[in-house]
């Protein structure tokens, strides 16, 4: 395939039967396939997945993945609503919204993070206070709920009402 195969230890457990092992061996999924082949609810709850105590889910899906969605959807999304045929517009605008906000959460998280960025919290004995150093702390999850309210709060005008209600969410 175009492009490879992650293994399915790195994504949130929660989300595994969710994930599309196109063309890989078993115990490993593709990212791409995963975000293109589901439907637009399940990559919304895909892109929101957390990651857990262990750290699993922080990197289940890459920068290049998330900007592939993005090339293929946005445009899609934009025909879509501009034509004839009576489509929803919430599924796509939350879709956007988690893509662009979960890969500035990873950017944070691979980019600007400190040389612990990549390092689990978890995995460190007794070491909670003093790994909450950098950005390590970051997760691109909460920044795909984050990205979906910022993104739905501004295409629909209630700045103030829909992150209210996402923080709820």
Aim: charged fraction near 10%; aromatic fraction near 10%.
């Amino acid at each position: 395939t175009a492009y490879g195969c992650s293994p399915v230890s790195q994504a949130d457990p929660a989300i595994a039967d969710r994930l599309v092992g196109l063309h890989c061996k078993a115990g490993s999924y593709n990212e791409v396939a995963t975000l293109l082949y589901n439907g637009g609810g399940e990559v919304i709850k895909v892109l929101w997945s957390r990651h857990n105590e262990f750290g699993a889910g922080r990197h289940t899906f890459g920068a290049s993945a998330l900007l592939i969605l993005l090339f293929v959807y946005v445009p899609l999304a934009c025909w879509l609503a501009g034509s004839i045929v009576p489509t929803g517009l919430i599924v796509p605008v939350l879709l956007i919204g988690a893509c662009v906000g979960r890969l500035a959460g990873l950017l944070a998280v691979v980019a600007v993070g400190s040389p612990m960025a990549d390092n689990d919290c978890d995995a460190l004995a007794g070491a909670h206070e003093g790994c909450l150093t950098g950005w390590n702390w970051v997760d691109p999850g909460a920044f795909g709920i984050y990205g979906s309210a910022a993104f739905f709060g501004g295409i629909s005008r209630l700045h103030l009402t829909v992150p209210v209600i996402f923080m709820e969410i």
